[in-house]
């Protein structure tokens, strides 16, 4: 091509730039290319590019790479000296669009309602004591014969159960015949003759035959006055009884009672007429209903329950009384609304109570932790007595995430009570060094008593769970030694002996719990409490039988399964 054409195609071009800087130029700055943009947006004071991590905002590097503690790519940052960044409160963490993404942070508003109070009680199908009737001698005799002679048989109202020879039975029927002989001249003298082997509850066609046959039976058959199942036999052949003496029990189980525990710290969120959803462990798929009929006033000092009993139609006598039983006890109770958030969002370890509220300015996405005070528990949701107000965003999903880049950012968080001290900061404790320097020294450990990244948050439950379960059978059987060796997983404190452990492990179980709950876990984990350690206390096991952690061989068997996770 000449030099004439190329100034001609050079005059075109400029004509265009110039016709689309008149028309759309305006009065608009010259564009960036993205080198001029990146160096503009994303450069600290001294002119270079800032480089952080997608997940992890608080890594601050000069040159790209790779996240020191995750090993992502890292990214151009954003602008963090801005006036809305500043805005901020002090233990405000923020995360980059892609961090936001990638974490599945969601958030839930704070609302205001009536707490339901939801409770899952461990139960036990008795015997109706209402449907119970001790079938008794009402007269002295020995006993010939026994037509009904083991336990579980099941007999109708007005069935033989057994022969009696009494010589007070033989008095009254000579009394009967010789009346019966006069009974036009004397009738009522009659009648109270007959009157009286009836209130012996022996039936009229006995009697009726006493009376056409003229004869006295030396044995007389007694019959059950009520229908249902014998529960208890008192006698044997050739027995002697006295009047009084108690013959056979008898248990009707068209309906049954479901008697359930109800610890001390529900108790008093549960009324009578609340319903109760309930299973019965021998009969799955079948779920039945009943209304709380029946609060014992009295606390059971040794497991700190109170019975709560419902009444249930047995049909079919499918419920044996002795089978275990679950159930769902719904309380509802009218009064002012209170603010309630969903269970997901609180995260506690020991007294303290955090949850991270969604403090996001325009283009600026950021949450902050904040110590709330807890109310009762009501369902999926939790009643806060104080620390939010209506309509604030509290994170109810990625909750474990946020709180570890939180930790790691040395902020207000689960673990951290002193933000801005170092004391805690989870990055100065990943293996022992700074990931925050390029040098990667070796730092000094600040803090023994730390559970890296919110317990382990970089690692899944599938490698915490099975070390966590070893922590917690060690503690059932009081291997103090072995259970040292676990816990390193979780912490790094230095403990003295098998108590102190035992409270440390309280902490990791309320916090492996709440992420289990949170993420789910491939496999089958139950959730167990103990009313009696520390005030009451959980732990997570693979079996649902209790093999108590907290006082192992002194109380193997104290608590109960309150929950099955998955």
Known sequence: MNTKNILIYSAFIL???????????????????????????HTNEKGEIVYTCSMHPQIRESEPGNCPICGMELIPADDMNSDESQSLGENAIQFSEAALALAEIETTPVRTGIPVMEARLPGKVVVNQNLVSNV??????????????YIGDYVRKGQKLASIYSPELITAQRELLETARFKEQNPKLYEAARRKLLLWEFPAETINQIERSG???????????VSGYVSQIDISREDHINEGSMLYRVADLSKVWVEFEAFESTVSQLERGDEVNFTVSSLPGNTFTGKVNFIEPFLDESSRTVNVRITADNDQNRMKPGMFAEGIITSKKEGQPQLLVPRSAVLWTGSRSIVFVDVSTSGTPAFEAREVTLGIRAGNEYVIEAGLEVGEEVVTNGTFKVDAAAQLSDKLSMMNREPGTGANRGAHDHGGMDMNSNEMEPMEDHSQHQMSGSLQADKGLSVL??????????????????AQDYITTFSKEEFGDIEELRAEFKVISGMLTERVEEEGYDGTLYKQYCPMYDGGSTWISDKESITNPFYGSKMHNCGETVERLN
């Open 15 to 41: 004509g265009g730039l110039l016709l689309g800087y008149l028309f759309f130029g305006g009065g608009s700055a010259e564009p960036q290319s993205l080198d001029e943009h990146i160096s503009e947006t």
């Open 136 to 149: 008794t001698a009402h007269f002295p005799g020995r006993v010939r014969e026994l037509y009904v002679d």
């Open 215 to 225: 004869e006295v039976m030396e044995e007389l058959d007694f019959f059950s006055p």
């Open 465 to 482: 769970i099975p070390e966590y379960l070893k922590l917690k059978e060690a503690l059932t059987k009081d291997d103090f030694d072995a």
